[in-house]
């Protein structure tokens, strides 16, 4: 029978840990379906002892009665009996010397999981690698499979769809939550803020501003302030009255006033509807020049490069902007949070669209189909051809840390009930072969 688990070992303080039994790799605990599978074992030993032990009994009456005379018939069944004796005790020695040395006896080639267990861990190891981690194996497996095609159907249905966007908000929203406020707003800071203030201002203004007069982008600007002047002049007749009016002297009569402010009205709507009417103006001549002069400036005149840096300064001084990393980030925190949570978001909606048409496309296009099931595949081969060694190293790394006891009882506890079937099965087969040789051996001799 199968003997209980032995209690812990005691460890000395500052010990190397002792290596992980089996036990405690499953658990560590006799479970209740471990309890289950050990009242099985033990019946089933009971069986294989009883077939044992009645082939003893109708051996020792066979051969008790043929000493007293019996019909001959009974060597037929003392033959049988005889050879399903020697049968069971054959098969219980195989069965036993699996796990443990036969009534503690150290026969050679027995105990064999107990003092081959590194070898069986990597015997066990080799076999997954070459028939399970082949390149060959996993294509096969992966295109009988139909990956693309069934996770396209499986896509393209609205409420999976759904599903994968409720899904995905779920682990956005973990992740989310996971960035730690400060750390964002400080990446934030000095990948934008800080990197917008770091440089001159103005040469990369300038060059800017260089670039857009070259391509005569400063025509609209000048033509829309020139359309605004325009406008403004118009309604700009009761200005120009009031500040004549103010700065006029007070010896100068009111018609006066009057007459001034109303020809400086004209003649400014004279001159600004000039300007807007003719491209070429002097004036806009001008301001493009002083425009290219200016960007010039920005770019190799130290004073105005100075002054550029100074309004920098004072732009970048502002709380608004010191601020922006974090504003920024609370901002886009809550309304992504919000997003996720809300099932009719745009977000989710969106998700979920993607989703289906990702699907239908994967169902309907063949070529997508056989695209992404060659992806997949070809990604496979490379993990198994790289880190195929390295996968079935942990069957047998796993196995190198058991106890080897307890590995031994762990083991048979899984299996030792099937393998009493092989003892029963011994006496039977063996009391019939007996039979057999008997018989044979009666009708030839």
């Known amino acids: 029978m199968t003997e209980p688990p032995t209690a812990p070992r005691r460890r000395d303080v500052g010990a190397n840990p002792a290596p992980r039994s089996f036990a405690e790799s499953l658990a560590g605990a006799d479970s209740a379906a471990d309890a289950e599978r050990r009242r099985g074992l033990r019946r089933m030993k009971v069986v294989a002892l009883s077939f044992l032990l009645g082939a003893t009994v109708i051996f020792l009456v066979c051969t008790w009665a043929q000493s007293h005379g019996a019909a001959p018939w009974v060597g037929y069944v003392r033959a049988a009996a005889e050879a399903g004796m020697i049968g069971a005790l054959a098969d219980w020695f195989a069965v036993t010397a699996l796990f443990k040395h036969p009534l503690g006896i150290p026969i050679p080639h027995t105990a064999i999981i107990k003092r081959k267990k590194d070898q069986l861990g990597e015997g ?107 406008q403004w002049s118009l309604n700009g007749g009761e200005i120009i009255e009031r500040v004549v009016e103010r700065d006029s002297p007070t010896w100068s009569p009111r018609w006066v006033d009057h007459l001034v402010g109303d020809r400086i009205h004209r003649e400014l709507m004279d001159f600004t509807d000039k300007v807007r009417r003719n491209p070429d103006h002097e004036l806009r001549r001008s301001a493009t020049r002083f425009l290219f002069e200016f960007a010039d400036d920005l770019q190799h005149d130290d004073a105005t490069i100075q002054r550029a840096e100074n309004v920098k300064e004072q732009i970048m001084a502002r709380d608004e902007v010191a601020k922006a990393a974090e504003t920024a980030w609370t901002t886009a925190k809550r309304i992504f949070l919000e997003s996720v949570d809300d099932p009719s978001s745009a977000l989710r909606t969106r998700i979920a669209d993607s989703v289906v048409h990702i699907g239908e496309s994967l169902r309907d296009d063949v070529d997508l189909r056989d695209k992404v099931d060659n992806w997949i595949i070809r990604a496979a081969q490379h993990l198994v051809a790289q880190y195929g060694a390295e996968i079935t190293a942990i069957i047998t790394e796993t196995i190198e840390r058991w106890d080897a006891d307890e590995a031994s009882r762990r083991i048979e506890l899984h299996v030792g009930r099937d393998l009493q079937f092989i003892r029963i099965n011994g006496t039977v087969v063996g009391a019939l072969a007996g039979l057999a040789i008997y018989s044979i051996a009666q009708l030839l001799f």
Not at 180 to 204: N, S, T, Y
């Open 124 to 230: 066990l190891g080799a076999f997954v690698r070459e028939n399970f981690m082949s390149p060959e194996v996993v294509e096969t497996k992966l295109r009988d499979a139909e990956v693309a095609g069934r996770l396209g159907k499986w896509l393209s249905d609205a409420a999976h769809a759904e599903r994968v966007a409720a899904e995905t908000s779920t682990a956005l929203r973990v992740l989310v939550e996971m960035l730690r406020d400060e750390d964002v707003q400080h990446v934030l800071d000095r990948m934008i803020v800080k990197r917008i203030a770091e440089p001159k201002w103005g040469p990369p203004i300038g060059r800017v501003l260089a670039s857009l007069l070259a391509e005569g982008r400063q025509e609209a600007l000048i033509q829309l302030l020139a359309d605004r002047a325009f």
